[in-house]
Nanobody
Framework: QVQLVESGGGLVQAGGSLRLSCAASGRTFSSYDMGWFRQAPGKEREFVAGINWTGARGYVDSVKGRFTMSRDNAKNTVYLQMTSLKPEDTAVYYC????????????WGQGIQVTVSS
């Protein structure tokens, strides 16, 4: 079982930056693919960024060039550095994990609010 705990959310003005962190329990963190998702009010949850066990990263088009995901396997933690934030980035952000190579995101954090004011 993997437990994920997000931190670092909050309120920021448009154009500002925030860094989200996701701390994971478990002894095999380095073997997991990790992802960030978000859900805005009235919208479906969407994939934002992911990093697999090899370190390869992917992003949704709307955040490319603005968000950077990274992982620190020694600390069992992934990060999402968000810059040039826009009001449309406002959402609850969720950290997720899955076994490497498995398409199903099996483990989820509780979510953390990010609000970008205009």
């Amino acid at each position: 079982q993997v437990q994920l705990v997000e931190s670092g959310g909050g309120l920021v003005q448009a154009g500002g930056s925030l860094r989200l962190s996701c701390a994971a329990s478990g002894r095999t963190f380095s073997s997991y693919d990790m992802g960030w998702f978000r859900q805005a009010p009235g919208k479906e949850r969407e994939f934002v960024a992911g990093i697999n066990w090899t370190g390869a990263r992917g992003y949704v088009d709307s955040v490319k060039g603005r968000f950077t995901m990274s992982r620190d396997n020694a600390k069992n933690t992934v990060y999402l550095q968000m810059t040039s934030l826009k009001p449309e980035d406002t959402a609850v952000y969720y950290c997720a994990a899955r076994d490497g190579g498995n398409p199903a995101w099996k483990y989820w954090g509780q979510g953390i609010q990010v609000t970008v004011s205009s």
